[in-house]
């Protein structure tokens, strides 16, 4: 399938409902109205396709978008695309689609440092994210998450609201592997 062939099927399967329910959770623009049920049946149909994930993030449309991240190859994108990506977050539910997609990445720990100090509410969300998802590489010392858990501590009650939700995400993730 090509990106337009798969544009045609997610607006195909779209629906009033979650297009609703989509909005009600802050996704603004273009936006179909999949459910993860249909995305579950395109992604095993299209198993991972990294250019054509480009493709339909670059139309702009947040169900593409979700796809994309699911499709995307994560071994095979560049930083610089996680990058662009990154510059086009506009809701929670794409956020942590992204942040799921990222921790897949070999640089998802250099993202994380990185987007830790961004002073942008969404990408401080994905660098939560993504601590959480590190806290299940059993290669990592305890000793490594010390340090994220007093930043915790410290900032946890001062955070933007996504971000809180993030670090208590960590919080969790981090407790279930220590």
Same mark, same amino acid.
Request: hydrophobic share 40%.
């Given at each position: 399938?090509?990106?337009?062939?798969? &544009?045609?099927? &997610?607006?195909?399967?779209?629906? @009033?409902?979650?297009?609703? *329910? /989509?909005?009600?959770?802050?996704?603004? $623009?273009?936006?179909?109205?999949?459910?993860?049920? @249909?995305?579950?049946?395109?992604?095993?149909?299209?198993?991972?396709? $990294?250019?054509?994930?480009?493709?339909?993030?670059?139309?702009?449309?947040?169900?593409?978008? #979700?796809? =994309?991240?699911? !499709?995307?190859?994560? =071994?095979? +994108?560049?930083?610089?695309?996680?990058? /662009?990506?990154?510059?086009?977050?506009?809701?929670?539910? +794409?956020?942590?689609?992204?942040?799921?997609? #990222?921790?897949? *990445?070999?640089? =998802?720990?250099?993202?994380?440092?990185?987007?830790?100090? =961004?002073?942008?509410?969404?990408?401080?969300?994905?660098?939560?994210?993504?601590?959480?998802?590190?806290?299940?590489?059993?290669?990592?010392?305890?000793?490594?998450?010390?340090?994220?858990?007093?930043? !915790?501590?410290?900032? +946890?009650? *001062?955070?933007?609201?996504?971000?809180?939700? /993030?670090?208590? $995400?960590?919080? +969790?993730? !981090?407790? $279930? *592997?220590?």
């Amino acid at each position: 399938m090509n990106a337009e062939e798969v &544009l045609t099927q &997610l607006r195909t399967v779209g629906t @009033e409902q979650m297009r609703r *329910t /989509s909005r009600r959770h802050g996704v603004q $623009g273009d936006v179909y109205g999949v459910s993860y049920v @249909e995305f579950g049946k395109l992604k095993k149909k299209l198993k991972v396709a $990294g250019p054509l994930a480009e493709e339909l993030w670059a139309s702009g449309n947040h169900d593409a978008r #979700v796809l =994309a991240t699911m !499709i995307g190859d994560p =071994a095979a +994108i560049s930083e610089q695309t996680v990058d /662009s990506w990154s510059r086009d977050l506009d809701s929670y539910p +794409i956020t942590d689609a992204f942040g799921g997609f #990222v921790a897949r *990445t070999p640089f =998802a720990m250099k993202k994380m440092k990185q987007w830790m100090k =961004a002073d942008h509410e969404r990408l401080e969300s994905v660098a939560w994210r993504l601590l959480s998802e590190l806290a299940r590489d059993s290669t990592l010392p305890d000793s490594f998450f010390d340090e994220h858990l007093k930043t !915790i501590e410290r900032q +946890i009650h *001062t955070a933007k609201n996504r971000v809180r939700h /993030s670090m208590n $995400g960590a919080v +969790i993730a !981090i407790g $279930g *592997t220590i």
